[in-house]
């Protein structure tokens, strides 16, 4: 086996126990990130970029008392190590108090995950610039233009503290997404795929569907409106990305989230959601493995935070819950959306009148009470009536509320990993399906192809 | 020669030391030289003052970089460059009464981009030995060469001045990385302790973020350039929650990011403006809904330099506009270029709008770009008419022959030791009216029309068409005068429209500088930090929606 990159779970074991020797600090935590990224870019059928770094990043946290501050640096020779250690506890000794600090995590122990592929590990330059070249010449071939973007990550992680903490993960991801244009600049289509897994990125097909999506006939406007929408997987992801933050109980019992009960306190136990809505995250899922510890040295474990349409529970800090005498619940590290058994052709085939989505644009926050985003659709929007998709049509923005588009799906698919994150890099593992909505906010046209 | 004014959000203190401001090198248009006047009878000049700091590149960094460049030459690259960068972050937070963050973030290493054909290949290491540099450079020319192989192209660089031994440090007085923790600790819960005087306001969040660049840039063409770049931003959001708990407000975005020394947090005033701030959260608790429809539509500079950023700084990015940001930040509807320069009307011939790389507090703001090309001023958009993109050196060359411009204007920018450097988008401003109306000038100019303050949800589309705007604070405006404050308003529309519905415009006096650290592009995605300077500005019969 190829040797990983980044440093190794031993060296990054010596870096922290070497930072803890130095440390005159009453508590002492480290995080390091260690790996490589590299990439590749077209652009108009050609490579307009490609490269690549390794880079290792120290995260030292100091306390004195109640008094915290951090310091993160990428240079670990002995010197400079010192003098980051010195600097984080001179910061630290300056800093105010912070009531909310709770002591360092002592001895833990995290379930063992494989998240790192060999093949992703491996992924040299050339056999990125041969994927991205059966792009361009699918494209070439069609009379198109193709942009892509290959993103790949391999490392490892480790959190350590001064009470025992000490965990290592190594993982790797790999993000290829495709954008299709014809020449005139009057069609676009677009496919991707992201996986732990190289093995798992299928570049013929994605060139094929990005290409099929951008194929030459003409788009014709359609009038805004609410529509019943068909959203493919990446769609939905990229909804779902964004809804995972607000799975937080502190802001719930502030009254700022949808989860805020009206007179205080939150909506735990409250059945808000269509029956079918499962929502879940586990750092085990396959392909979509994450670190089985967050950065503080928490577990992660998997948990259910809507099971049935229910509210199972949101994400305590250690402050928060020693507040309520609750136990913690880390944040999600990965958001999985339980499938149902429609296809996607059963879902246009029951669909008299409604619009197929492929991905959105700019999404952004309009009112958390109501969760409701904005954001637009893009390189892959088609009418569907009577059962069949009969013709693309121009974009649109969308205002939509995502807890109405969880009130009111009709059917749902199956789940697949998706390249939820709008820049295309290897992000937050998504695995969520297809879903039939009966009613969407299309709330105006978009002239952008 | 020409200066824009100081913006009247930078005016608490100007004197500083650091190198001088670039100035322009063509003369500009007499338009502009007008308003230079009239700026200069105002007493408002920008200080110039020689260079004092101290850089802090040694000579063996730079033999390093010079030995990666060479390498990369000996090794088949045509063409090559390469920076050394040292990038510090200091971030300092406060909720309420507690500090809730102090991080700081040094990052260092090298990098190297090497042409080979007409391909780019780019390599970075930490690892500052002559061996590992070496292998650096080897590595970005194989990366070229396997490119260039696989997708062969053809890359013309434009002519650039060669300067072996420059020095540039964004002007300041205080370096914020010389203030303690504790003053700034201090002053963040002064804040807070102001905002959460006021009725209603439960949550108060501030915190400082300063940024230095320490770059050394050198090119195979023999220029060695060392600058020292300073960033530095002031947030705060309040929250005000209604007494039944069923409605919560916030007002943010209330002061601007700026590439200057801490000397500009100390002229905000922010611990005595925090109150007021905190008043308008809670009175949009009880602020009537805005009822949708047209609308005449104010926009304070805190509000449209964003607009501005959105409908006017992406789309003349020449890279968006040729296809190159098709997969990500998506292209434009200034395009084609043979079609649009010098014939695309984007607004009434008032309008007029520079790309400026040396703008007074400008976050874009340097002394020479990643390719060692000088930092100029240029118009974009002259008479209401687009006349000119964004571009680099391999770009300048694409649209020559429209705008007869042979040299690049300076937009090559890497976020860190670790990126690639690539177009990025400059301070892109508008220039104040002639006629010096101030705010209430302008407010006086209609019946009926909304004030907007602050920015707030911004989407736009990937041709930068479609815009859906919000902001923090909204005014209704009656009879010519502020009535009282409206909530849950958005402004839409399609740019080229929004623009040619540009009605009247503020003055020097109005001028002001906003700006994000936050401008994202690319693949791998970077950050860039960018201002936007322009006046107060009217906008007639605007769709108005409401987002409740």
Redesign the interface.
Known sequence: MAEEKGLSSDDLKAISDRIFRLSNADQCRVNINSGWRGYTRVATNRITSAGGADATYINITSVFGKRVASVRTNSFEDDALLAAVRRSEAMARLAPESPEYVDELNLQSYQDNQAYYESTGTLEAITRAEAAAIAIRQAEAAGQIAASYMDVRAGTRSVATSKGVYGSHSSTGVAYTLTSRTRDGLQSGWAGDEANDWNNIESQRIADDAVVKCRDWRKTALDPGEYTVILEPTAVGMLMLRMMNSFNQRTADEGRSYFSKAGGGNRIGEKLFDDRINIYSDPAYPDAETSPFNSSGQPIIRQDWIRSGTVEDLARSRFWAGQLDQEPLPAPSNLIMQGGNDSLEEMIASTKRGVLLTRFWYIRGLNPRIMSYTGLTRDGTFLIEDGKITRPVTNFRFNQSLVEMLQNIEMIGSSVRVAASENSSVSTPIVVPTLKVSSFNLSSVSDAI | MMHLPVPQNHRGSTSMTGAPLQLPHDIPRRDFLRLSAAVVAAGILLPSTKPVAAQSMTSSERELLLHAIDVARSTGAQYADGRIIRTQFEAIGAREQ???Q????????I?VRALVGG????????VLTRDAVAAMAR??V???T??NE????DTVLAQVDVFPDADWITPHTVDPFDV???DK?ALL?RINEEALRVNNI??SNSSILSVKEERLLATSEGSVIRQTLMRINPSINI?A?SP?????QTRGAVVEPAGRGYEYIRGLELASSAEGWAEEAAMKLEAPSVEPGKWDLVLHPSNLWLTIHESIGHPTELDRA???????A??S?I?PPIDVINKLRLGPDFLQFVGNRTEFGGCATTGWDDEGVPAEIWPIIEDGLFVDYQTTREQADWISQYTGITRSHGCSYGQN??S?P?QRMPNVSMLPGENDLSEDDVIANTDRGILVEGRG??????????I?F?GQVFWEIRNGRKYRMLRDV?Y?G?TPEFWNALDTIGGPSTYYLGASFGD?K????QVNAVSHGCPISLFRDIDI?N??
Not at chain 2, 119 to 126: E, I
Not at chain 2, 457 to 466: C, G
């Open positions: 507690m500090i809730t102090v991080q700081s973030t040094d990052s260092f290493g990098n391909s780019w290949g780019f390599s970075a290491t930490q590595e970005a194989a990366i070229a396997a490119n696989v997708a062969p192209s303690s923790l504790e600790a819960l439960r949550f929250t929650i039944d708990g069923s409605d919560f040729l296809g190159f940001e098709a997969n990500y998506g292209t509807f395009y030791w670790e690639m690539f949800s911004y989407s736009i589309d990937q041709q930068r068409y479609n859906q919000a958005a839409v399609r994202a690319g693949q791998p995605i929606i987002t409740a």
